[in-house]
């Protein structure tokens, strides 16, 4: 168990990275951590990059997470995943969302978009503790692919759970009462399933 | 109850809780949340002024009422405020008058990084500054007590970490319920109730402008008298922060003593975990006996503070040594990390605490630019101001984007409502070429007015675009004076654009729908012909606006017809991808239209030189 764990999440605008980060600080209150969250919005909402720190702990300072002191990595893109790698604790947690989203320096330009093995390879070199979640898949058979954020998290709380990084109090339960408090009525039985689903990637 | 908040959100609990009855803003990063937020909450009135300087007037004429009022920023908004923000100062108020200013180190969306504490000591106008949620809360309160114990504005200074980090706050009940339970007090016991204010709250009585010329109306006879009060008045609120309980000293080891302020306390305490700390919540006037006492409590004194400094050099001026900007950058924003390798280089940590970054080679990344999103309706205008060559002087909004390839079509852009102007002074100053200024709605009404005007009066050639989406975008849809409604979601007048730029004497004045380039173009050729000014407007509701999503049709590419010319790529759509596919005779990649980007509007249709890319199906 660690006394301060710090996360660091990175998407695109759009992915739902900061309802995820919203759960995050809300599960980590609830577990009786003292929780802080920081984002930048603005610019980043037209499709640009996106990050999130979240950090649990008995007494948090900073909102911000250091570079080199993350102990939990929650990549929703790919390319992403690899832009803020250097950002990671050795040997930090990881769940990996093997989603693509090209940029228009892609689509039109003339940049290349990095491929899974390199992916993979480099994720290696910072951390054995990865795992690669299709979270867009996953959700998409469970009926929307728009629930993949939640599929995400489910593989987080396992991942932490398995680590035995966190407070006991941190059960799946204790994770689903935020989430189910997020989202519409009518999703929430999707959201249960997207959240057991990610857990079972772990 | 405790509830995590955003610092905005903090602020806007703070404001109501305080009894603020009204608040008036412009939207801008990263402060536009504070009246969003303010505005859900009962009994209060908020509103969306054209501009900042009209949103701390508007804040002055409240609190010269009775009532205590708001205008909220960010950092570059008190530029366009300070005028007012200066007069303010001199006359004081009748109830509290609370300024927020929202700085944003590192930029992460602004032109510039300016310390906005400087406003502060220009003004003689005490500043706060809180360092989580539960302090923005606090002192938003305290902002108050102080306007109204010291008749002054008080500059509620947050940075971006501030306003857009989420931390635990105690939540209060408002100063306005407080006093409805007590509905049968005299007004001396409502004045009680609220802390040591003026009337303060919407039940008040007085609904009379006060008849005060002497401290009102700042004509030089009364502006003399009243600068010595204002010097007087910053000394005595110097004097009551040496006992402020938001100016603490933390105990610790004598060896290192820390001056700090903001979001930067958390990363001292964080990286320092055993020096003795000042704690400043207000950051000007300082108090010089406490920070006297405090240096000679400890061997070395340095200052961990944000962009300028501000500290720093006022407890330089005390003549008490430290150190501050030698240790740490005035550039960009701090972080643990940022924090603790200067101090490590400056030999104030050991260096053991070093931490190793994981140092690998990633590789190259494609870069992901904030770009126009798809089905935007500024991005046709932009591909033919590329295509025309002009010079085109840009403005801040959504549409600055038409500066990134491949639309490449903006050369200038400064600040909210410049590009007007700096077309016709390059046109003044003799530009062999013909000059188009672009500009939004919301900016157009900001500050584009009177520089229009400008153009008019002093008879230039400059094209103008008003790009018209119907909407205040790049902030996140914030209503506006040409959208029909208000912040509190009433039906408002829509303020016509065409008439209002035929008003100022323009005579040649189109709208165009935003999707028909071949309009745009030919409007513009004929424009640029001309040697007097012109305004093409440019009109069609954002496509993310939830009425425009209904519209939304996607196209597709027909494989048969695409040659790969590439010229659908021009365009920058982020919904237009290369296909897989080859065309056969140039061996160049096929497009394909994203069905789940695509919005429908039609402009790579146009744009295309082979009808390879189909129209919506007609209505």
């Known amino acids: 168990m660690k006394d301060t764990i710090n996360f660091l999440l990175a998407g695109v605008g759009g992915q739902g990275t900061i309802l995820a980060a919203d759960v995050l600080v809300n599960v980590g209150m609830a577990a009786g951590y003292q929780a802080k969250q920081a984002e930048v919005h603005g610019m980043s909402q037209r499709g640009g990059s996106v990050t999130s720190f979240v950090r649990w702990g008995k007494i948090v300072y900073s909102p911000l997470v250091g570079a080199g002191e993350v102990d939990v990595y929650l990549a929703f893109e790919k390319a992403e995943a690899l832009r803020n790698l250097n950002q990671l604790r050795a040997g930090a947690l990881a769940v990996i969302n093997l989603q693509a989203i090209e940029p228009i320096t892609v689509t039109s330009g003339g940049q290349s978009y990095p491929d899974d093995d390199r992916l993979r390879a480099k994720i290696a070199e910072v951390t054995d503790k990865a795992v690669y979640v299709d979270g867009e898949c996953i959700a998409g058979e469970l009926g929307n692919s728009r629930a993949a954020n939640v599929v995400l998290l489910g593989a987080l709380s396992a991942l932490i759970e398995a680590a035995g990084l966190a407070r006991p109090e941190l059960t799946p339960e204790a994770w689903l009462k935020v989430i189910e408090g997020r989202v519409p009525a009518k999703y929430v039985e999707l959201n249960r399933k997207a959240f057991q689903a990610g857990r079972e990637t772990v | ?619």
């Open chain 2, 1 to 619: 109850m405790i509830r995590l908040l955003s610092g905005n959100e903090a602020v806007a609990r703070g404001a109501w809780e305080a009894g603020v009855a009204v608040a008036s803003a412009y939207p801008g990063t990263p402060s536009t949340e504070i009246l969003e937020e303010f505005a859900r909450f009962p009994n209060v009135y908020a509103e969306w002024a054209t501009n900042e300087k009209v949103a701390v007037d508007v804040a002055v004429g409240a609190a010269y009422m009775g009532r205590r009022a708001l205008a909220t920023m960010k950092h570059v908004g008190l530029n366009v405020a300070a005028d007012s923000f200066m007069y303010a100062s001199m006359t004081g108020i009748e109830a509290g008058l609370v300024i927020v200013t929202a700085d944003d180190p590192a930029m992460h969306s602004s032109q510039n990084e300016q310390d906005n504490r400087m406003f502060a000591k220009f003004g003689r106008v005490p500043c706060l500054e809180p360092s989580d949620s539960q302090e923005a809360k606090d002192l938003t309160i305290a902002a108050f007590e102080l306007s109204e114990r010291f008749d002054t504005p008080v500059l509620l200074r947050l940075t971006t970490r501030v306003c857009h980090s989420t931390s635990a706050v105690e939540l209060g009940e408002s100063a306005n319920q407080r006093i409805s339970k007590s509905a049968n007090d005299e007004s001396a016991n409502v004045r009680m109730a609220v802390g040591q204010s003026a009337i303060c709250n919407l039940q008040s009585t007085i609904r009379t402008f006060p008849r005060n010329p002497a401290k009102y109306v700042m004509v030089p006879s009364n502006a003399v008298k009243r600068h010595p009060v204002i010097e007087v008045r910053i000394r005595a609120v110097a004097e009551f922060a040496e006992t402020y309980p938001f100016n603490r000293i933390e105990p610790g080891d004598r060896g290192l003593g820390i001056i700090t302020a903001g979001v930067a306390y958390q990363y001292a305490k964080e990286v320092f975990s055993n020096a003795a700390v000042l704690k400043l919540g207000m950051t000007w006037p300082l108090p010089e006996k406490l920070i006297r006492n405090f240096a000679a409590s400890v061997d070395r004194l340095i200052v961990i503070e944000e962009l300028d400094p501000f500290i720093e050099e006022a407890v330089k001026l005390m003549g008490i040594p430290c150190e501050g900007k030698s240790i740490f950058s005035l550039i960009g924003e701090f972080d643990p990390r940022v924090v603790r390798e200067s101090a490590i280089k400056a030999g104030l940590l050991p260096a053991a605490l070093h931490v190793t970054l994981p140092a690998v080679d990633v590789g190259p990344l494609p870069g992901r630019p904030p770009v126009l999103c798809a089905g935007c309706p500024h991005r046709g205008a932009f591909y033919i101001l590329n295509k025309l060559k002009v010079p085109v002087n840009g403005d801040i909004g959504c549409y600055t984007l038409g500066l990134i390839p491949p639309l490449s079509a903006i050369h200038s852009c400064g600040c909210m409502g410049a590009g007007i102007a700096v077309a016709h002074g390059a046109v003044k100053a003799g530009s062999s070429e013909r000059h188009v200024a672009v500009i939004g709605d919301s900016t157009f009404f900001h500050t584009g007015l009177p520089a229009l005007a400008n153009v008019v009066y002093n008879q230039s050639n400059v094209v103008t675009i008003i790009m018209d989406n119907r909407v205040t975008g790049m902030t996140g849809h914030q209503e506006n004076p040409g959208t029909g409604h208000t912040l509190m979601g009433k039906t408002a007048p829509r303020i016509e654009l065409e008439p209002l730029v035929r008003a100022l004497g323009v005579k040649h004045v189109k709208t165009v729908p935003a999707f028909h380039v071949d309009e745009i173009e030919k409007t513009l050729k004929e424009y640029l012909k001309l040697d007097e000014p012109a305004v093409l407007i440019t009109e069609e509701p954002c496509a993310l606006l939830p009425e425009a999503r209904k519209r939304w049709v996607p196209l597709v590419v027909l494989a048969d017809k695409c040659n790969g010319c590439t010229l659908c790529f021009r365009i920058g759509c982020p919904a237009i991808l290369k296909s897989d596919e080859l065309d056969e005779k140039t061996q160049r990649p096929k497009a394909l239209i994203d069905a789940s980007l695509c919005t429908g509007c039609e402009v790579c249709a146009q744009v295309c030189p082979r009808d390879a890319i189909s129209f919506r199906p007609a209505a």
